[in-house]
């Protein structure tokens, strides 16, 4: 039976932390402000738009270390994959907050933050091969 490469938390690299932990304290603040029925405001689009702006710089980080030769463990085409759905996430959710102002629009902040962060954990664990089958 094949093992699985387990590894620990290696694959979290300061990139990676970087959005995890922004990309969740982006998700808590746009559910508290939607829990409290506010629309998207300057806080939450402005934490969005920094979010929009960290995974741009994430994926760059990706973009250039291929360009530099290395390459991810786990599939090229799952990791791009991810890393082009975590930078239209953002986008999308900023053009939802925009046409519909109301407070569901601050909780699709809130679900575009919460799964940037996690697409980008698991992106790194795909560049690491964590998880995969050795």
Same mark, same amino acid.
Request: aromatic share 8%.
């Given at each position: 039976?094949?093992?699985?490469?387990?590894?620990?938390?290696?694959?979290?690299?300061?990139?990676?932390? *970087?959005?995890? &932990?922004?990309?969740? #304290?982006?998700? !808590?603040?746009?559910? =508290?402000? /939607?829990?409290?029925?506010?629309? %998207? $405001?300057?806080?939450?689009?402005?934490?969005?738009?920094?979010?929009? *702006?960290?995974? &741009?710089?994430?994926? #760059?980080?990706? !973009?250039?270390?291929? =360009?530099? /030769?290395?390459?991810?463990?786990? %599939? $090229?085409?799952?990791?791009?994959?991810?890393?082009?759905?975590?930078?239209?996430l953002?986008?999308?959710?900023?053009?939802?907050?925009?046409?519909?102002?109301?407070?569901?629009?601050?909780?699709?902040?809130?679900?575009?933050?919460?799964?940037?962060?996690?697409?980008?954990a698991?992106?790194?664990?795909?560049?690491?091969?964590?998880?995969?089958?050795?």
């Amino acid at each position: 039976m094949p093992a699985v490469t387990t590894g620990s938390s290696a694959y979290l690299d300061p990139p990676t932390l *970087a959005v995890l &932990v922004g990309g969740l #304290a982006i998700a !808590l603040v746009c559910l =508290l402000a /939607g829990l409290n029925g506010r629309s %998207p $405001g300057r806080v939450t689009v402005g934490l969005t738009l920094l979010l929009q *702006a960290g995974v &741009v710089a994430y994926c #760059a980080s990706y !973009l250039g270390r291929q =360009l530099g /030769g290395a390459d991810p463990v786990g %599939p $090229g085409w799952e990791l791009w994959a991810y890393l082009v759905t975590i930078l239209m996430l953002p986008a999308l959710a900023l053009v939802w907050a925009q046409q519909e102002p109301t407070r569901w629009s601050t909780f699709v902040l809130a679900v575009a933050a919460f799964t940037v962060a996690v697409m980008a954990a698991r992106s790194a664990q795909i560049w690491y091969g964590v998880g995969m089958v050795a």
